[in-house]
């Protein structure tokens, strides 16, 4: 998904903003690939509601300066709650004016908010010329995150889809479940890009296995995906505790891993920052 988005040289931050925390990956070219430069991630101090926004875009900026990088671009995601995506096909023919104003239309059957509050995309599928993914996202959500990053002195250049960064950063497992957060996540990976769920905060582990259990069922009954490995993002004993529900019910589950790191508080944003070279068959270091 990529509003307002612009290639450039150099690789734009991987930027995961949340009211808990903040990650941030700097990546740069490697030969064929990429390679990761500097990650960290900072906890967001506890603040009234009312000034959430500005503590996040203090925390950000904190995190930034700290990095040797110069690089002030960045990519957002938008939270999985806050986006549909879908596959739009395309009639033979049809020009590009006329298909952003069909997937205007398709949107009105995707989500229930007004035309004035989304934001609609349409981004082309590698190896598919009759077919785009169509992503919509609530538009002051968007404009948010684009101001928190500005007030934290980057520049947005792109919004990803949750799904497609996670399909990046795990892209040897059919979902991954993020249990780092007090909402616990999970997204299945299916075609074009796959299906989120966010779960009812503060879930302990056997209704949060349950939840999970009952979304690959409807994954497998809808056609979207037959689960057999999932990627668990969570704290050693809370991956322990998931991992022990999950393995007897036959998945192959593992830890998310990246550079030899089990479980990097910084993996979502690591999907994020490979966003600009996944279109070039690019792969990491």
């Known amino acids: 998904m990529k509003w307002f988005a612009r290639r450039e040289g150099s690789l734009p931050l991987g930027v995961d903003v949340g009211p808990e925390a903040v990650s941030v990956v700097a990546s740069g070219l490697a030969g064929d690939g990429f390679m990761v430069r500097e990650t960290a991630t900072l ?12 503590r996040i875009a203090e925390t950000l900026r904190r995190v930034v300066t700290g990095f040797q990088t110069r690089e002030r671009r960045c990519v957002l995601s938008a939270p999985a709650s806050e986006v549909v995506t879908r596959t739009f096909r395309l009639p033979p023919r049809m020009r590009r004016g006329e298909a952003e104003r069909a997937a205007a239309l398709e949107a009105d059957a995707l989500v229930d908010w007004p035309p004035s509050e989304r934001l609609t995309a349409l981004d082309a599928i590698p190896g598919k010329s009759d077919e785009m993914l169509l992503s919509v996202a609530r538009a002051s959500t968007i404009e948010r995150l684009v101001a928190i990053a500005h007030a934290a002195g980057l520049r947005a ?24 957060a007090e909402r616990a996540s999970l997204v ?98």
Not at 43 to 54: G, Y
């Open 157 to 180: 250049v792109a919004v990803d889809a949750p799904a497609c960064a996670w399909r990046r950063a795990v892209p040897l497992a059919d979902a991954v479940l993020d249990a780092t």
């Open 43 to 54: 906890d967001v101090p506890p603040v009234d509601e009312r000034e959430l926004d500005l």
């Open 188 to 285: 299945i990976f299916g075609e074009p890009a796959g299906v989120a769920h966010s779960f009812a905060p503060r879930l302990i582990d056997e209704r949060v296995a349950a939840s999970v259990r009952a979304a690959f069922v409807e994954a497998r009954r809808d056609g979207l995906a037959d689960v057999q490995r999932l990627a668990i993002l969570a704290p050693r004993d809370r991956y322990e505790s998931l991992e022990a529900l999950l393995h007897h019910d036959g998945y192959a589950v593992g830890p998310v891993s990246l550079g030899g790191v089990d479980g990097p508080a910084w993996a979502f944003a690591y999907g994020l920052a490979s966003w600009s070279v996944a279109p070039l068959g690019l792969v990491p270091q």
